[in-house]
């Protein structure tokens, strides 16, 4: 059975940071691109950013959080990371991760998405 498990979520300041971890367990996450996704209240799920199997193309991000987040991964580590920085209240949110099956160094994360994790809640607030 496999299992793919957000964390490092939780309540943060405006302007603050938190770094995000998906870890797999029962399945190998080297196999895969792997993707971050939101959703906040009332507003449907959106893409983050894709890395690469091996990390070594150009990660993707969305425009809202561009120069602001960063991907990364430790494949000996079965884990893949988000790095959140200079956090606004825009960015509250559960946070999930997924795996992709197939990557383009143009188009980044391609689906099907096969596993999601079960998310883990970001909060930005004063």
């Known amino acids: 059975q496999w299992q793919l498990v957000e964390s490092g979520g939780g309540l943060v300041q405006p302007g603050g940071s938190l770094r995000l971890s998906c870890a797999g367990s029962g399945l190998t996450l080297d196999d895969y691109s792997i993707g971050w996704f939101r959703q906040a209240p009332g507003k449907e799920r959106e893409g983050v950013s894709c890395?690469?199997?091996?990390?070594?193309?150009?990660?993707k991000y969305a425009e809202s959080v561009k120069g602001r987040f960063t991907i990364s991964r430790d494949n000996a580590m079965n884990t893949v990371y988000l790095q959140m920085n200079s956090l606004s209240s825009e960015d509250t949110a559960v946070y999930y991760c997924a795996t992709a099956a197939f990557y383009s160094a143009n188009r980044g994360c391609l689906g099907p998405y096969d596993h999601w994790g079960q998310g883990t809640q970001v909060t930005v607030s004063s």
């Open positions: 890395i690469s199997r091996s990390g070594g193309d150009s990660p």
